[in-house]
């Protein structure tokens, strides 16, 4: 299920000087939107499975570049929590 106000924040983050200001302060800008406890606790652990499962995959990548993790790091905690495709045959 999407979380509108996750999602506004991430969208919201798209903007330079909101994406700086978060940077900055994450619990100031936080305290704007009426995001759930379990989803503070998810954006403070950078906790990319949560995450995936509230927002597009868009935004949340987008989400993770403003909070300044790496690609390869992103991707790599992406696919921890990836489904497994069965084997072959």
């Not at 998810?42 to 300044?68: H, Q, T």
Request: charged residues 30%.
């Amino acid at each position: 299920m999407r979380d509108y106000w996750l999602s506004k924040l991430f969208f919201d983050l798209q903007t330079p000087a909101t994406g700086a200001e978060y940077r900055a302060d994450r619990n100031k800008v936080l305290a704007r939107y009426q995001i759930s406890p379990e989803a503070k606790t998810a954006i403070m652990n950078d906790d990319v499975g949560e995450l995936s499962k509230r927002v597009n995959p868009y935004l949340l990548r987008f989400y993770f570049v403003v909070a300044g993790m790496s690609e390869a790091e992103f991707l790599k905690r992406l696919r921890a929590v990836a489904p497994k495709e069965p084997a072959p045959g």
